[in-house]
């Protein structure tokens, strides 16, 4: 389970070094890899445990490739999905089309969001906080879903 914000670094090569506390969560799905995806929603990437992705992509290979909206969904989320190893020093290579969409440059954050974790530019993630703190997006906030959760 991933928690937690992160700040990171991304190097001249396009590769990102994961906190150990993240290695760590990821060492314990066992899986040989990830899969990073770009968000069809925010400027930021999805990296999920190649056997999360693997449950995703079973659901998006089920959805009728004659609706339109399901097969743009197919073709951002699948069409960006690319696999990836963790080397022995913790590090991910983003390629350099992920990196692009996001604008990712040298300074990340890394939001842990359960079963994925999302990979935003340090300046593109506090933006979107702040906008998620504005007032008008808290009082959106307070919808009868949102009561249900005791804080």
Known sequence: MFRGIHQVSVDAKGRMSLPARLRDDLAQYDDDGVVVTIDPVSRCLLLYPLSEWELIQQKLDKLPTFQPQARRLQRLLVGHATDLEVDKAGRILLPAPLREFA????????????????IWSQEEWEAQREDYLSQDALEDLQTETMMDISL
Not at 104 to 118: A, R, S, V
């Open 103 to 118: 604008r990712l440059d040298k300074k990340l954050t890394i939001l842990g969001q359960g079963k994925k974790l999302e």
